[in-house]
């Protein structure tokens, strides 16, 4: 039987049960894309590339992924077996911190991630770990199941977010940004900002993940349910 190509790549039989023996597994070619992608960007991941790293013909490829939106998934998907996933020690906000700061070091690691966590987030084998892990750190809070996926995709969408500024943002384009700012607020024509630059002692710490996060996920799991 054909696979079909509107299921995910995961419930699709990774060896045809006709034809030559496989040379190649998913796994195998997903670390090649990963290391073009880690060494050149997103956009050097086409199946031509792919092959010619594993030294072979594009069209042998597709026995075992039927298009770049598959191998892209299979990417997303292998970056959460670099996870680590301790018992939950029973403090829900700091284990997914927890998750969030691992997810934060995985996102450095593999620049072209965010974007893909972002515009194509996929849940495979090992996404699944991960989904599993944070309803068992959650396992006792009481927000209902809906709200607790809710929190897992707004952990990996908020620290994709974060990264991808990281990735992208310069020093310099930051001072220019901060020299505007400071034009804006002597200018007379925004006290709201003028009082930001006049009140240091609110400003926002010097690295806001922690606290943005925690704010956003107890704004998810916290907040009574509307009728």
């Given at each position: 039987m054909a696979a079909r190509e509107d299921e995910v790549i995961w419930l699709r039989p990774e060896q045809a049960p006709v034809g030559r023996p496989a040379e190649r597994s998913r796994a195998e070619i997903t670390a090649a894309a990963m290391e073009l992608a880690d060494r050149e960007g997103l956009?050097?991941?086409?199946?031509r590339r792919v092959a010619s790293v594993l030294g072979t013909g594009a069209?042998?490829?597709?026995?075992?992924?039927?298009?770049?939106d598959d191998l892209l998934d299979?990417?997303?998907?292998?970056?959460?077996?670099?996870?680590?996933?301790?018992?939950?020690?029973?403090?829900?906000?700091?284990?997914?911190?927890?998750?969030?700061d691992q997810a934060r070091r995985i996102m450095r690691g593999h620049p072209w991630l965010p974007a893909l966590v972002i515009s194509r987030p996929a849940l495979g084998p090992h996404?699944?770990?991960?989904?599993?892990?944070?309803?068992?750190?959650?396992?006792e809070h009481p927000a209902d199941a809906g709200r607790k996926v809710q929190a897992f995709a707004l952990l990996g969408g908020l620290t994709a977010l974060f990264v991808q500024n990281e990735v992208t943002a310069t020093a310099a384009g930051a001072a220019r940004q901060a020299a505007y700012l400071h034009h804006v607020a002597v200018a007379g024509?925004?006290?709201r900002i003028a009082g930001l630059s006049a009140s240091?002692?609110?400003?926002?710490?010097?690295d806001p993940f922690h606290t943005v996060l925690s704010r956003a996920l107890a704004g998810v799991l916290d907040r009574p349910s509307t009728p």
């Open positions: 956009e050097a991941v086409t199946m069209a042998s490829l597709y026995r075992y992924v039927a298009t770049r299979l990417m997303t998907d292998s970056t959460a077996a670099e996870y680590r996933l301790p018992a939950p020690t029973g403090d829900w906000e700091a284990d997914l911190l927890a998750v969030a996404g699944a770990d991960l989904l599993e892990h944070v309803l068992d750190v959650l396992a024509h925004h006290p240091p002692a609110d400003r926002a710490p010097s």
